[in-house]
């Protein structure tokens, strides 16, 4: 437990003591004596971390009041360290006090991190190694084994997770500065999100924030990162979960003549471990439980016809194989989305002309087991999704000059697959998307939605009988066009092959299970060059070339001439029995479409 006097006097006090908090007799420190760091904190000579007490040393200089962010100083791990189980102050633990410089871990391994305990407060609300990542940071190199951190704080947003739990980047005035973490990776750390009003749970990262007020460029890459450790959201009004990152925003606004970017981009990522979402018991709550990325926005914002402020978001070459279990929603309008790839997906864009949003998952796969929450009331929302849970992609502002350009909305889901199973107890089932949605409001602004050369493979049951609507798709489960101006998605060149379709009687489709307020038009632009082959369909009509061209059972592959794979992204295996792959995917192996699910 923590000591009481240190909770009442913290942050003051908290850097005077001899020894950080702990949860277990002994002294923190293995090598008490010099704390001066070796090297001069360059790049041709860095600070050297080489154990506990240097380490700790590190958090204290960051943590202390108005403390050092060492922006542009260099240090390098030299040796394996093992925080035996003591209790972990974060590398900056309150927003104020953030690490900006450069930690390379030189391929060595941080054991046993623990934060917080399962009956006891937890006083940061930035819970991971580093608890808060500013402009300049890159942490590189670097592999956390074995622990625990729950989320926890004072504050109204609780972040947890391994590595760094909050990475803000901002950006302003001609600046350009971006935040890089590369080849880093959680070895068994069980993360557990905090109980308050928004919680957020990440197994490497908490939440990334990149925000551009223009003119400039605000960037997060999170490269060749990798998790095993399980991540579990906790009860809150807002609960989201994600294996790599919990939550990730890209905001950009500017008024003026010059762009402004922001950009966080998720490559290479692999993730093994499960990850699951909490009850939303209140209504109007949210919970989201991702296999990548718990809940993704990108939008951009601008009333300047000759600037292009833009906002996206990134998922590419990347692999979950850990089973998502999403939250239950319990309470009138609350939320639960899953999504094997990401469970919410957002693209925004506002204003009179300039203001653009993306958002990308490209390149990607899905392998591990998808199971929606109970939506138990009428008015409940949940969606889930092979790759992502929901797609949704919006348009607003006040009306213009019809010759202005417009604003964008676009959301890109292109080159992946799924391959697993969906087990959804009501609402919208997709074996690619759960739920696409696109909202505009003007002829010149555009809100679109695009699913290209993907397929699904698996099975996909819905509850027939849940109080929710449960519409089920072999590529989506539901698409709305919220209003008619608004583009239709486009839905073209992808494959279902499932061993199984069920939903209810009236929403279940080979392509798309519903398509909801949308005109015809939309409708034929929607089953264009998809195929379709369902070994036990509940699907009504089951053979209806409106709901995708049949791809005959007799056939071992998709028909290749039809269907636009690329070269430098599929690949095409020599066993005819077999699915196409990925390149570039890490932990991929054969698929075949014979195969038992």
């Known amino acids: 437990m923590y000591k009481a006097a240190i909770l009442t006097l913290f942050p003051f006090l908290l850097f005077l003591l001899p020894s950080p908090l702990r949860g277990q007799s002994g002294d923190w420190f293995n090598d008490p004596g010099d704390y001066a760091f070796q090297g001069k904190g360059s790049s041709s000579s860095p600070y050297l971390i080489s154990s506990v007490s240097s380490l700790v040393h590190l958090a204290e200089r960051v943590n202390k009041w108005h403390g050092e962010n060492f922006k542009g100083i260099c240090f390098k791990l030299t040796a394996n360290l093992d925080l035996g189980e003591h209790y972990w102050i974060p590398i900056g633990c309150e927003s104020e006090q953030t690490f900006c410089g450069t930690f ?87 993360i557990t999100g905090g109980h308050l009003a928004t919680s957020i749970a990440g197994g490497l990262i908490g939440e990334t924030y990149a925000f551009s007020e223009g003119p400039g460029q605000a960037l997060i890459l999170i490269d060749t990162c990798s998790n095993t450790g399980m991540v579990t959201g906790a009860a809150a009004n807002h609960t989201i979960a994600g294996g790599i990152a919990g939550k990730s925003t890209a905001y950009a606004i500017s008024d003026r003549q010059s762009p402004a970017s922001a950009a966080c981009h998720i490559l ?71 999504g094997g790839l990401t469970a919410c997906a957002y693209t925004y864009a506002y204003g009179n002309a300039g203001g653009k949003g993306f958002l ?30 929901l797609c949704a992609a919006s348009v607003s502002g006040p009306t213009h000059d019809p010759a202005d350009t417009g604003s964008h909305s676009i959301l890109d889901v292109a080159d992946c697959y799924n391959y697993s199973i969906l087990a959804s107890k009501g609402g919208a089932a997709g074996g690619l998307i759960g739920c696409i949605e ?33 519409p089920a798709g072999g590529l989506v489960g539901q698409v709305r066009q919220a209003n008619p101006i608004s583009n239709p998605p486009t839905i073209i060149n992808n494959l279902a092959y499932l061993h199984a379709l069920r939903g209810d009687a009236e929403h279940t489709n080979r392509i798309v299970g519903e398509i909801k307020d949308a005109p015809t038009s939309a409708i034929q632009q929607i089953h264009t060059q998809n195929y379709a082959h369902i070994r036990q369909s509940h699907a009504s009509p089951p053979d209806s070339p409106a709901n995708g061209q049949d791809w005959a059972q007799s056939l071992h592959r998709p028909p290749i001439s039809t269907w636009d794979f690329k070269n430098h992204t599929w690949l095409l295996v020599d066993d005819p029995t077999a699915m196409p792959l990925l390149n570039h995917l890490p932990g991929q192996t054969l698929i075949k479409i014979g195969s038992t699910y």
């Open 268 to 338: 290479s990522c692999y993730n093994q471990a499960p990850v699951k979402g909490a009850t939303a018991q209140r209504p109007s709550a949210i919970t989201a439980a991702g296999g990548i990325l718990g809940y993704s926005s990108g939008s951009g914002s601008s009333n300047n016809i000759e600037d292009d402020s833009s906002g996206s978001i990134t998922i590419q070459y990347c692999m979950n194989t850990g089973s998502i279990t999403g939250g239950a929603a319990l309470a009138p309008n609350a939320s639960t989305f899953a």
């Open 360 to 389: 990308q998952i490209n390149a990607s796969a899905n392998r591990g087991r998808i199971e929606s929450g109970l939506a138990c009331d009428p008015a409940a929302t949940s969606c889930i999704g092979g790759l992502a849970g």
């Open 438 to 470: 696109t909202t505009g409001n003007t002829m010149n602004r555009h809100a679109t939605a695009l699913l290209i050369n993907s397929y699904a493979a698996g099975a996909i049951t819905n509850h027939p009988d849940a109080p929710v609507p449960s």
């Open 104 to 190: 390379d871990g030189n391929g060595k391994t941080i054991r046993n991190l623990y934060i917080g305990e399962d009956d006891a407060d937890n006083p940061f609300s930035a819970s991971a190694l580093f608890g808060n990542l500013g402009n300049g940071a890159q942490i590189t190199n670097l592999t956390i084994e074995g622990g625990h951190i729950y989320g926890g704080g004072r504050d109204t947003i609780s972040r947890a997770a391994s590595l760094a739990a909050h990475v803000y980047c901002h950006v302003s005035e001609n600046t350009d500065d971006s935040i890089i973490i590369r080849n880093c990776h959680n070895h068994n750390v069980d």
